[in-house]
């Protein structure tokens, strides 16, 4: 029997109970399964604006607009029909794996929603994550226990090879399918997902060997699960398959099963031109009174690949500790992590680098008047060299192993203090002030060479009163930021004051804001910055609403005197 003999009797097994079912309704009162009300109620909204650059700025196009909007009907009270788009001249004149012009519907029907066009689902980190497709899927999900999720589409699509412009890579047509099926009860979840792209090869496109880029193939699959067997204890397992080749140019044919890799056997990849990678993530999380500790483990192989992310973080291991307490009668809470992360997992590479890392988070609220938060973190790096011509030409074994060591510390403090001066029916006066500290240095054979270390030292203090009768707001601050890299010392302080007010009877908001810095390194002037900010916005009718921004930036610099100006008009259209 065919493949699409077996689909086709698949699909009518499904079909048939709800033929069956189908017959017994009564055509005469079909509409009262729709519910009552207005046949088609139409809302949405529309967004156009533009951004005009002028000046000695560089770097930006001169003009650009964007216009975006949704538009969802719905139909006797249950089936939605959401649909929206995003248009830009952006980057016009060059092509892109995915085009930022946007054109996409979302129609659904109690739990069945499907997307069409330029979309993007998510069913795992290790399969699919939010990878953006031109295509179709459809999450159903008609009860809460149980839900269905597929898609099918174009990836990536097909760019051509520039020698001209060598900053767009070019690249394969990339299409894919993939689908997600979960059960989700209150004391145990289980789940399975994969996803299946490839490239295809056009014989008019000429990609050259050089650029190391060939069309791949790949088959993800993750199976996730979680249980809770007491009351507060909940454990998460998810584990992840990836086969992924490089160049599917080279193909030798099925293999034989047997060989005792899940992808291997069940999907016949292809060992000799195939590189499997795994991943796994494991959490315990208990909660007891108002107290929450959790411990996280999670492994991925070295080159973990997955064409349905733009991002993979690969090669490391991971095992974090977390903790969080109330105190003071719920007045103060106190948080903390702690991690371990290491690579070189298959100790192939040159180096290798194990890190260490905590943070405390606490907050403290006595009263209504005051607010204080403090943050801590720590980061530690270390860091194994291994060079092989200082192991062939040492003569001893000890000869090298403090000189290949590194050590990397970060630390980072941070205060932040509000307090509420005076607050009443017609006005309100409250401060706020800002401290934080870094500090990084690298650290070899135990000792910190200078140069090699730095702090950065930030604060800023603001104080804001509003008028609340007028809704006029004032706000002046000052902001210092004082660095020492190495033997070098930065200074940058300057002030700044803005004024924001609702006017005409609140259909009017505008706001004005100005700010000067001024810079010094070693003592010497290096420059200023001069910036005025200038908005309004103006809503009339209920659903219309015209908003404008500019900005004007001066700076003086011992090269000379550069300027530029950024304004932006948009129009908003609700209904």
């Known amino acids: 029997m065919n493949r699409s003999r077996i689909l086709y009797l698949c699909a009518a097994a499904l079909l048939l109970p709800l033929l069956s079912s189908a017959q017994q309704v009564d055509l005469e009162h079909i509409r009262d399964l729709f519910g009552k009300g207005k046949p088609l109620k139409v809302n949405g909204g529309l967004n156009a604006s533009t951004v005009f650059n002028s000046g000695s700025g560089g770097g930006r196009q001169p003009f650009s607009w964007f216009l975006n909007g949704s538009l969802n009907a719905n139909i006797l009270g249950r089936i939605n029909l959401p649909f929206s788009f995003n248009l830009t001249n952006a980057g016009a004149g060059y092509s892109y794996p995915t085009t930022p012009n946007r054109l996409s519907l979302h129609p659904s029907y109690k739990g069945v929603t499907a997307h069409i066009g330029d979309v993007a689902m998510s069913f795992s980190p290790y399969t699919l994550n939010g990878h953006q497709f031109t295509g179709v899927g459809v999450d159903i999900a008609p009860q809460q226990d149980w839900s269905i999720s597929v898609m099918y589409g174009r990836l990536l699509r097909a760019v051509d090879y520039d020698s001209t412009n060598k900053s767009i890579l070019p690249t394969y047509r990339r299409m894919g399918y993939g689908a997600k099926l979960s059960l989700q009860q209150q004391n145990y979840a289980l789940s399975l997902n994969f996803l299946h792209a490839k490239d295809f090869t056009d014989p008019m496109q000429y990609l050259p060997d050089t650029l190391h880029i060939y069309p791949k193939e790949n088959l993800a699959v993750s199976v996730t699960g979680m249980v809770r067997p007491a009351k507060g204890l909940e454990f998460t397992l998810e584990y992840a398959n990836s086969a992924m080749k490089l160049d599917k140019r080279d193909n030798y044919g099925p293999v034989k099963p047997g060989s005792g890799n899940l992808l291997e056997d069940v999907f016949m990849y292809d060992a000799r031109n195939t590189q499997y990678f795994k991943a796994i993530k494991a959490g315990m999380n208990y909660a007891f009174h108002k107290s ?104 001893n074994p000890y000869q090298n192993m403090d000189t290949l060591n590194f050590k990397q510390i ?53 104080y804001t009163l509003l008028l609340i009768p007028r809704q006029i707001s004032f706000t002046s601050a000052f902001n210092l930021s004082y660095n020492t890299i190495g033997r070098d010392d930065f200074l940058t302080l300057g002030p700044t004051f803005g004024v924001n007010a609702r006017l005409f009877d609140k259909k009017v908001t505008a706001g004005f804001t100005s700010s000067y810095n001024t810079s010094a390194n070693n003592g010497q002037q290096q420059g200023q910055v001069l910036n005025l900010r200038m908005n309004a916005a103006y809503m009339f009718m209920k659903k219309h609403n015209l908003n404008m921004n500019a900005v004007h930036q001066t700076r003086w610099t011992p090269r000379g005197t550069a300027s530029n100006v950024t304004a932006t008009v948009g129009y908003n259209y609700s209904f």
Do not use: C
Not at 312 to 324: A, G, K, Q, R
Not at 427 to 441: C, E, F, P, T, Y
């Open 292 to 395: 929450v500790i959790g411990i996280g483990y999670e492994r991925i192989d070295p080159g973990y690949q997955t064409l349905g992310a733009y991002y993979m973080n690969n090669d490391l291991e991971n095992i974090t500790v977390n903790l969080s307490q109330p105190l003071l009668h719920d007045k103060a809470n106190i948080s903390g992590n702690v991690g371990y992360q290491r690579d070189d997992l298959n100790h192939t590479k040159a180096g290798a680098t194990f890190r260490m890392v905590s943070a405390v988070n606490a907050n403290y609220m006595p009263n209504e008047k005051w607010n204080a938060n403090f943050t801590y973190s720590n980061f530690q790096t270390y860091t194994h060299i291994k060079p092989q011509f200082d192991y062939i030409n040492q003569t």
């Open 410 to 462: 970060s630390q980072n403090a941070g205060l932040t203090l509000t307090y509420m001066l005076k607050a009443n029916k017609t006005k309100s006066h409250n401060i706020n002030l800002n401290l934080s500290v870094q500090d990084a240095a690298d650290i070899q054979n135990n000792v910190l060479w200078k140069g090699n270390g730095s702090r950065f030292y930030n604060t800023s203090t603001a």
